[in-house]
């Protein structure tokens, strides 16, 4: 039997208790998958009683089993003190771990903790982590990157790769990267002003369902 499978099938159904039965089973399999799904349970209240530590607890089982996913969630516990103490530090070596595990959100975060110095300052390692977040499809590190091109945050402004950062984050379905494009058409800003085209825009973003 197939326990996280299982239980992803209750869960689609709504019938939360066998959810959650079934990821507990698998989870004593070792099933980091069950694992991170529990958190999740626990994390966002579906069906059972919100519960930060527990929702802490799977998501760090599952991120010692190698699940870089896990590992990004649990990073975002450690730096805000969620369902633990805050540890900046930990909070690092999670994104570090999700990262070089293949988790785009991982990526991003990791990029922008360097960045910012959060526990050590590497603007090269920073803007590699989110250029690579970017390209492989992650729409925050699009919009972060087109900020900081068309800011010049880490070099001379420039708003055509700014446009072109906006643009991947739409082909990524992100709506904020979308409605940034359409100020630039709205301003002229790299781009002819066309405020046809950023109307299109903005009613796009309106349309683009917010993923998490």
């Not at 869960?11 to 999740?40: G, H, I, P, S, T």
């Not at 785009?104 to 910012?116: D, H, I």
């Not at 402004?157 to 984050?169: C, L, T, V």
């Amino acid at each position: 039997m197939d326990w996280n499978e299982k239980g992803t099938e209750y869960l689609v159904a709504k019938e939360y208790q066998k959810a959650e039965e079934c990821f507990r089973k698998a989870a004593e399999e070792e099933n980091f998958y069950a694992m991170y799904n529990l958190a999740c349970m626990y994390y966002f209240g579906d069906g059972v009683e919100k519960d930060d530590a527990a929702s802490f607890h799977w998501f760090s089982e599952a991120d010692r089993h190698g699940d870089a996913e896990a590992a990004n969630r649990g990073g975002i516990m450690l730096e805000n003190g969620i369902g633990t103490e805050a540890d900046p530090e930990a909070a690092f070596d999670a994104y570090l771990r999700s990262a070089e595990g293949g988790s785009l959100s991982g990526m991003a975060n990791l990029g922008q903790s360097y960045l910012e110095g959060k526990v050590r300052q590497d603007v090269v390692s920073g803007l590699y982590w989110m250029e690579r977040a970017s390209k492989e499809g992650n729409g925050i590190a699009s919009l972060a990157m087109g900020e900081y091109s068309l800011a010049g945050t880490y070099g001379e402004a420039d708003p055509a790769q700014a446009k072109m950062y906006f643009e991947r984050g739409m082909q990524q379905k992100y709506a904020p990267a979308i409605l940034r494009l359409a100020d630039l058409y709205e301003e002229g800003i790299g781009v002819e002003k066309y405020l046809k085209k950023s109307a299109e825009l903005r009613e796009l973003a309106a349309n683009t369902p917010d993923e998490d």
